[in-house]
């Protein structure tokens, strides 16, 4: 079974500070996501990569930055943390799949973070 | 981004009974997931749905696509409490569009 580990479940963070979340996956895909997730706003995605050393914005990178050293990393970072950043952030990755996709992502359980 | 129109957003209901949750989208797309999340862990696959008029059913679970490949129903029959949980559904390849999701509270 895919194993995505996301470093923390719960996370409480003062404004302005730089946070860091992480996120392993076990399973050698070359895709990784970040979302974060609100009450009846579904999941929206923050950043991708598909590769080592690549990442793309996705419909909300606004405050955000992600690095991606190694396959299997991929880590958000929230460079001044505000409160409207209090939020669930849910890590995903996924194979690459044929020409139609269709692959399915794997998330993490999440991590909850409150800023103050 | 193409948006994904899940109805109802909330649904509460006895044990035993039937229900079925839609999701919705003003242009067509070529598959689509639908994935539950359960609380406190993140969201899983449930099923891929790739042709219009596809009907994939998983045990009480039966999945739609419609004809025109817009629009997709997830359809439980006798609902359980272990059914409890968020339903999403979401669009696109390889990155995935999702809709706001249908909770769904099924009472013993």
């Known amino acids: 079974d895919v194993k995505v580990t996301q470093s923390s479940r719960y996370l409480v963070k003062r404004t302005g500070e730089k946070v860091f979340l992480e996120c392993v996956q076990d399973?050698?895909?070359?895709?990784m996501f970040w979302y974060r997730q609100d009450p009846g706003l579904g999941l929206r995605l923050i950043y991708f990569?598909?590769?080592?050393?690549?990442?793309e914005k996705g419909d909300i990178p606004e405050g955000y930055s992600v690095s991606r050293e190694k396959k299997e990393r991929f880590s958000l970072i929230l460079e001044s943390a505000s409160t409207n950043q209090t939020s669930m952030y849910l890590c995903?990755?996924?194979?690459?799949?044929?020409?139609?996709?269709?692959?399915?992502?794997?998330f993490g359980d999440g991590t909850r973070l409150s800023i103050l | 981004t193409q948006l994904l129109e899940q109805s109802p957003q909330f649904l509460s209901i006895q044990e035993g009974e039937n229900l079925t949750v839609y999701c919705n989208s003003s242009?067509?797309?070529?598959?689509l997931q639908w994935y539950r999340q359960e609380p406190g862990e993140g969201p899983v696959l449930l099923v891929t749905?790739?042709?219009?008029?596809e009907v994939k059913k998983l045990k009480r679970l039966t999945f739609q696509f419609g004809d025109a490949r817009k629009d997709s129903s997830l359809h439980i029959t006798a609902a359980q409490p272990g059914d409890t949980g968020l339903y999403l559904c979401?669009?696109?390849?390889?990155?995935?569009?999702f809709g706001q999701g249908t909770r769904l509270t099924i009472n013993p």
């Open positions: 995903a990755s996924s194979s690459p799949g044929g020409r139609g996709g269709n692959q399915p992502q794997h």
């Open positions: 399973m050698d895909h070359e895709n």
């Open positions: 990569s598909y590769d080592v050393k690549m990442k």
């Open positions: 242009s067509v797309f070529s598959s």
């Open positions: 749905v790739v042709t219009g008029g």
């Open positions: 979401a669009r696109g390849a390889q990155k995935l569009v």
